[in-house]
């Protein structure tokens, strides 16, 4: 009769910790209250005493193993006298390369599950944690890459960064076949300096998490989600962002569209307000030009130009065209091109230097009615204007209530370069632009 | 006796009991099902007797050069039967090594032979006991590891008869040394019973169909070895066919070769069959499951699954190279496999080795091989007659040769041929299994005075760097 001895919880929030050393080796007579393992996470230390007695019939999980879930079976005690033989087949007597490389725990999933896919099999062995194979990678600066010298070489001749692959060799160790399926630039080293490339966290199962297998369907990532994910990931993980809101009367841009709109309609050009928020965007960055930045390890970048990045919605994601040098450009040149680019990135069809760069990010959904929200920052640039639906509100003017046609815009800045002033000031020579709209043709 | 398992093994050659003590260090209750003797081919009657029996003419060759030594030695001479009863007594001594091992690790022997049954999660295993009976096993996983065999040409008498013609089997326990003898087949075993015979003095001549000897090496290690072994006094038929067998009643066999252009007749006492391998395959039923069969072969994925649910196949009878680790290491991988584990070790490089006097060893492609798939290629060479050990030893035959991908530096292929260099292959397959490139061979420290500095010097030699030419 054998019984498993559990990862316990050092606190009632505890959900992983460190199996730090092992006092107990196989087959040691263990009793009540003996000290068998120490336990650490990342706030205490503390050591586990057996509750009942036997002898350690196997060490399941070995000493230095990270990440071993509250619950788990660490060790195995049995009963009697002599320790029968292990009656279920776990990787015991494995070392940390086995248990760490049960299959399905590589899986970003972080599945648990190890049974064997063979039609008809049982599953023989079942996970002994859910920590994924020892990463390959280093985290920060000065850790060790584990990678053959083969591997270092063909990185090396393909310009790759060990650090951002995943190794498939023991222990995680970066073999030729993993850099030979790497795409130079899929893992490029990055910026000098720059911030650590980062991969996607490691998120639980939703199995997990509760949400049982089944119970949903499954969309594959496609490129742009993956993009996605990981580049707003970074941004507002990475970024010290902060938002700046206000409050901006559209009655007399509203007026001055329907007159301009008359104006273009011989040409078959019809302004949106969106477009009227681009030009005052773009001029309000000429104006203020420390907003219109991006921040570099060597340096602020200051553009030259307003390259203004509309955000699109597309099918399965989203994708943001850049009218290049705004602040040169007529509201019908902005209305024709604005056009012209959201109808290709509906349809796929945008060339990457339409989509790639830009200094300046606006994402609108006033159509939806939504009143304000912050957007998250797309790097590298410096802020990013959401814009909110344009609603009759009651406003109070030379203290009078009224009524009037209110959008409330919020800027998203990046705090290494648009500080809270700065952010600030652009929103006021935004705000006059809009306004009173015929301060646009100055 | 319970008779379900985790695992049944059928076959307890190098790959079966290999894989079988694996299972048993996963927790798998596994069994393991023999019909001859605990070991198989490899530790009966391959690998280790040869081995036995070649040391023997290893040492009695030895005797006549020891003059060069220093050492005088008055009328040497062997006891045959002796020889033979060496040979056997370590094959003994292997064969209850393995059934200590099968006892260690909890492993049920059944003696017996197994046929397959249709059955599920795996097929059921039938066997017919040694002792009489029959008895049923099931278990989750089966794993084929049945071996292989001689290949025989009956068509033109290439059959062995256990007196004139034999195989390895009869060649490795006659009861008298023969005076002449004919090896068909020029490959490991073929060479490596030529050389024992030679070394005891018999009349041997090996024919062989392709152009050159020991033709799955790299074409310098066979014109090399083809050259060492002439200077022992074997004769070597290349490019011819055997066209005729037959046993005359005055005893002895006449074997008719044709060549390209003309045909030889060739007699001697007693004739060798080495002409490949074929595939275990027959009478266990795997037709009757579905199994693939591919020229006597099981036909697997990359872990062994034949395909039916719960059936494997490894070592010999899953293909080629027929080698003993080979069949052992997919063993492993097998099962780790099926445990759910990760073995990661799945394109090692396998080393071959040919233990005649000189010994050849070989891991990864040959040059030739290197262009055909079009790589671009470094080679080295060191010759062991300029290596210090070597000239001490006076063992200055052979050589080492390295190739590495010109593009990547990665060690692509070695191969050796001299004294003692089947234990040296190791390092090269080390290096491979490590992905290492020249630079990791190059700074590697060799110890001084060994063989082994010509492996160093052929990764020097491969960069323009050799140091002792």
């Not at chain 1, 970066?174 to 720059?194: L, S, Y």
């Not at chain 1, 199995?207 to 369907?217: H, I, K, N």
């Not at chain 2, 033979?84 to 690790?105: D, E, T």
């Not at chain 2, 017919?128 to 794993?143: D, E, M, Q, S």
Request: aromatic content about 4%; hydrophobic content about 45%.
């Amino acid at each position: 009769m054998s019984t498993e001895i559990l990862m316990p919880a050092l606190s009632p929030t505890m959900e992983e910790g460190t199996l730090a050393k092992w006092y107990v080796k196989k087959g040691d007579v263990v009793k009540s209250g003996d000290v068998i393992a120490e336990i650490e996470t990342d706030k205490a230390t503390m050591e586990v005493e057996a509750v009942d007695e036997g002898t350690i019939e196997d060490i399941l999980v070995p000493e230095g193993t990270e990440n071993v879930k509250v619950n788990s079976p660490i060790a195995r005690l049995s009963e009697g006298e002599t320790a029968a033989p292990s009656p279920s087949p776990l990787a015991g007597e494995g070392g940390p390369a086995e248990q760490g490389r049960m299959r399905g725990l590589s899986e970003p999933s972080g599945k648990p599950v190890a049974a064997s896919a063979e039609a008809g099999a049982q599953p023989l062995i079942r996970p002994v944690s859910d920590r994924p194979p020892p990463p390959a990678r280093g985290e920060g600066q000065g850790t060790r890459v584990f990678a053959s010298p083969l591997a270092r070489r063909i990185a090396a001749q393909k310009n790759l960064d060990l650090s951002a692959l995943k190794g498939s060799g023991p222990h995680g160790r970066i073999i030729k076949r993993d850099v030979e399926g790497a795409a130079p630039g899929a893992a490029k080293a990055p910026a000098t300096g720059g911030a650590a490339a980062s991969a996607p966290r490691q998120v639980q199962s939703l199995a997990q998490m509760g949400v049982p297998d089944g119970s949903y369907d499954l969309v594959p990532l496609d490129g742009m989600r993956k993009t996605v994910a990981r580049r707003l990931t970074d941004s507002f993980r990475d970024v010290p962002h902060f938002p700046l809101t206000i409050d901006l009367e559209i009655d007399a841009l509203l007026a001055g569209r329907v007159k301009i709109n008359a104006m273009l309609e011989s040409q078959g050009v019809k302004v949106s307000v969106n477009d009227l928020v681009i030009k005052a965007a773009a001029i309000a960055l000429k104006q203020v030009p420390e907003a219109n930045a991006s921040y570099s390890p060597e340096g602020i970048a200051l553009h030259h130009h307003a390259d203004i990045a509309m955000a699109v919605a597309i099918d399965g994601g989203l994708i943001t065209p850049i009218i290049r040098a705004a602040e040169t450009k007529g509201l019908a040149q902005i209305a024709t091109e604005a056009k012209d680019l959201a109808a290709r990135a509906r349809t796929r069809k945008l060339k990457p230097e339409e989509f790639q760069g830009g200094t300046f990010s606006i994402s609108n959904l006033g159509m939806f009615g939504i009143k304000a929200f912050a957007s998250i920052l797309n790097e590298p640039q410096g802020a990013i204007l959401s814009v909110g639906a344009g609603e009759p509100r009651p406003v109070v003017k030379n203290g009078q209530l009224a009524i009037a046609t209110v959008m409330t815009v919020t800027l998203t800045c990046d705090h290494r370069v648009v500080d809270g002033a700065i952010g600030a000031r652009w929103l006021q020579a935004f705000k006059i632009l809009i306004e009173d709209p015929i301060t646009m043709i100055v | 006796m319970a008779d379900t398992f985790d695992l049944i093994v059928i076959g307890s050659g190098p790959g079966g009991y290999v894989t079988a003590i694996r299972a048993s260090q996963l927790g798998l209750k596994t069994a393991i099902i023999e019909k001859e003797a605990l070991g198989g081919v490899c530790l009966n009657w391959g690998c280790i007797p040869t081995k036995a029996l070649l040391k023997t003419g290893e040492a009695y060759e030895q005797l006549s050069h020891l003059a060069d030594y220093g050492i005088k030695v008055e009328k040497a001479s062997f006891d045959f039967p002796g020889i033979i009863k060496r040979s056997r007594k370590v094959a003994a001594q292997l064969n209850s090594g393995v059934a200590f091992l099968m006892k260690k690790h909890k492993i049920e022997v059944v003696e017996g032979t197994a046929r397959l049954e249709k059955g599920s999660p795996a097929p059921k295993v039938v066997v017919a006991l040694k002792a009489g009976g029959a008895r049923t096993l099931t278990a989750k996983h089966v794993i084929l590891a049945t071996g292989a065999r001689a290949r025989t040409i009956p068509a033109v008498g290439l059959e062995p008869d256990g007196d004139r013609i034999w195989t390895y089997r009869e060649a490795m326990a006659p009861k008298s040394a023969p005076k002449s003898l004919i090896v068909i087949g020029s490959g490991a075993i073929g060479i490596e019973f030529a050389s024992f015979y030679r070394a005891l003095g018999a009349d041997v001549t090996v024919i062989e169909t392709l152009p050159r000897i020991l033709p799955v090496e790299d074409e310098e290690v066979s014109a090399t070895a083809r050259k060492a072994f002439e200077k022992r006094g074997i004769k070597f038929r290349v490019g011819a066919q055997v066209e005729k067998v037959e046993k005359p009643k005055s005893g002895g066999v006449r074997i008719t070769a044709s060549g390209a252009q003309t045909s030889e007749v060739l007699e001697a006492e007693v004739a060798i069959v080495a002409v490949g391998i074929v595939g275990n395959v027959e009478d266990m039923g795997l037709e009757s499951l579905g199994v693939k069969i591919d020229r006597t072969h099981v036909v697997t994925d990359n872990h062994g699954a034949t395909g039916v649910p719960g059936l494997y196949a490894i070592g010999d009878v899953a293909g080629p190279p027929w080698l003993a680790h080979k069949a052992s290491h997919e063993g492993v991988h097998c099962i780790e496999h099926i445990a759910g584990l990760v073995p990661s070790n799945l394109n090692a490089p396998i080393p071959g080795c040919t233990y005649s006097t000189p010994q050849i060893a070989s891991v990864g492609i040959t040059e030739a091989a290197a262009k055909e798939k079009g790589i671009a290629v470094k080679v080295g060479r060191f010759p062991f007659r300029v290596n210090g050990k070597a000239i001490a030893s006076g063992e200055t035959e052979g050589f080492v040769k390295t190739i590495f991908d010109e593009k990547t530096g990665a060690l692509i292929g070695a191969h050796l041929i001299g004294g003692e260099v089947t234990e040296m292959i190791q390092g090269f397959a080390l290096a491979m299994t490590l992905e290492a490139t020249e630079a990791e061979l190059i700074a590697t420290v060799f110890p001084h005075p060994t063989m082994s500095e010509a492996m160093h010097e052929a990764s020097l030699d491969a960069y323009g760097r050799v140091l002792h030419i």
